[in-house]
T-cell receptor
Framework: DGGITQSPKYLFRKEGQNVTLSCEQNLNHDAMYWYRQDPGQGLRLIYYSQIVNDFQKGDIAEGYSVSREKKESFPLTVTSAQKNPTAFYLC??????????????FGPGTRLTVT | GQQVMQIPQYQHVQEGEDFTTYCNSSTTLSNIQWYKQRPGGHPVFLIQLVKSGEVKKQKRLTFQFGEAKKNSSLHITATQTTDVGTYFCAGPGETSGSRLTFGEGTQLTVNP
């Protein structure tokens, strides 16, 4: 079965701790993305990567870091510098870097709660 | 930077009523995509429109792309409870590449 997996589904952390969210895809997609979603709001882009060993900041990259060492994997680290890290985090991938632009496939998401 | 706006933010309808959400971009789009997110779920791709004035249908859903390629709409005829969710439009960013700018979404609730 092809798709995107994110783990864990729920994650609880204490303030001041770094936490890494996992994202793996077996769709052979070049591009991968991380979004943050707050209750009742849209998707805000944190980081994206269009090719292995390269990534770009999105609109809200401060307090986050990523790596793209393998095509299949794009982990996101939420650092202690992120002021308000509690949110729903979504990972996505798409076939190419565009154009043409292909649809994005989303993982099931990780709900992070920091107290 | 590019902005994508959607209205309304919320829409409550009785089952059987029609529903429309509108999407407007601050810049011309090469294409526009629509996604649906069920409550507690993740966004799922619905459709992509590419051509100016394009209209596409998926059963009770009708998607339009404006002539100037700066706006789009999604219309649902005779809503059902299965239509509940948040509908997002998204367009490619100005700086090329594959990133999308998402609208804030329209949250649809359907009363049975």
């Amino acid at each position: 079965d092809g798709g995107i997996t994110q783990s864990p589904k729920y994650l609880f952390r204490k303030e001041g701790q770094n936490v890494t969210l996992s994202c793996e895809q077996n769709l052979n997609h070049d591009a991968m993305y991380w979004y943050r979603q707050d209750p009742g709001q849209g998707l805000r882009l944190i980081y994206y990567s269009q090719i292995v060993n390269d990534f770009q900041k999105g609109d809200i990259a401060e307090g986050y870091s990523v790596s793209r060492e393998k095509k299949e994997s794009f982990p996101l680290t939420v650092t202690s510098a992120q002021k308000n890290p509690t949110a729903f985090y979504l990972c996505a991938s798409s076939l190419s870097r565009g154009p043409p632009f292909y649809e994005q496939y989303f993982g099931p998401g990780t709900r992070l709660t920091v107290t | 930077g590019q902005q994508v706006m959607q209205i309304p933010q919320y829409q409550h309808v009785q089952e059987g009523e029609d529903f429309t959400t509108y999407c407007n971009s601050s810049t011309t789009l090469s294409n526009i995509q629509w996604y649906k997110q069920r409550p507690g779920g993740h966004p799922v791709f619905l459709i992509q429109l590419v051509k100016s004035g394009e209209v596409k249908k998926q059963k009770r859903l009708t998607f339009q792309f404006g002539e100037a390629k700066k706006n789009s709409s999604l219309h649902i005829t005779a809503t059902q409870t299965t239509d509940v969710g948040t509908y997002f439009c998204a367009g490619p960013g100005e700086t090329s590449g594959s990133r999308l700018t998402f609208g804030e979404g329209t949250q649809l609730t359907v009363n049975p």
